[in-house]
């Protein structure tokens, strides 16, 4: 469903499991920044309103993803620490240049924060199958399938505002880079990593 060309190697979940402070920390950040998004989105084209609006219940669920995460790291007597740079994020962001029309931008940057989502989507069914942790592992599996619904969502606006053609194109392009910097990440105790 996710369309993803290459799935996480199963050993990340075992780092996860042993990681797990750091895993729910770096996942608190990425909720966080998941919400950052949506409002740079409202931010940046006010004028789509349809936009604007999926947007806006999207910071606002992000932001209670957020909560849920973190009220879990104080229940298990973690701190909520520093944030970490997103080398997947990172190098995702180099894969289209700079430039471009308005739409061309919005279109690349759906694309992005859907690819995104998808990845998360996947590393959180990992984790639901994986940890032993049960109540943790029904934690992650009920934010799967918000992910999902997420991931779909930014797709469907990319090729509402862009050429469909054109942005199935793209799509394709980025899951194939995506693969190959996937193939130097999961070995890292993050969400993406």
């Not at 471009?100 to 931008?105: A, Y």
């Not at 279109?107 to 924060?113: D, G």
């Not at 998360?120 to 009920?142: G, P, V």
């Not at 969502?153 to 394709?172: E, H, N, S």
Request: proline letters at 2%.
């Amino acid at each position: 469903m996710l369309g993803l060309k290459l799935p996480t190697d199963p050993r990340w979940a075992d780092i996860a499991e042993k990681n797990i402070e750091d895993i729910l920390v770096d996942h608190a950040y990425c909720e966080q920044k998941a919400a950052s998004t949506a409002i740079s989105f409202i931010v940046t084209y006010p004028e789509y309103s349809e936009l604007v609006t999926a947007m806006t219940a999207l910071a606002r669920e992000e932001m209670g993803h957020f909560k849920m995460v973190h009220d879990r790291i104080l229940r298990m007597g973690f701190k909520m620490g520093w944030d970490r740079k997103d080398e997947y994020v990172l190098k995702l962001r180099e894969f289209f240049p700079k430039g471009g029309s308005r739409v061309t931008q919005m279109v690349h940057r759906l694309l992005i924060a859907g690819l995104i989502e998808a990845r998360s989507c996947e590393r959180f069914r990992l984790l639901s199958e994986e940890l032993e942790d049960q109540e943790l592992a029904k934690f992650y599996r009920d934010l799967m399938v918000s992910e999902a619904n997420h991931y779909t969502m930014f797709l469907k606006f990319a090729r509402k505002y862009g050429d469909r053609k054109i942005v199935d194109q793209k799509w394709q392009e980025l899951l194939e880079f995506e693969a190959q910097v996937m193939k130097d990440l999961g070995t890292k105790e993050s969400i993406h990593g």
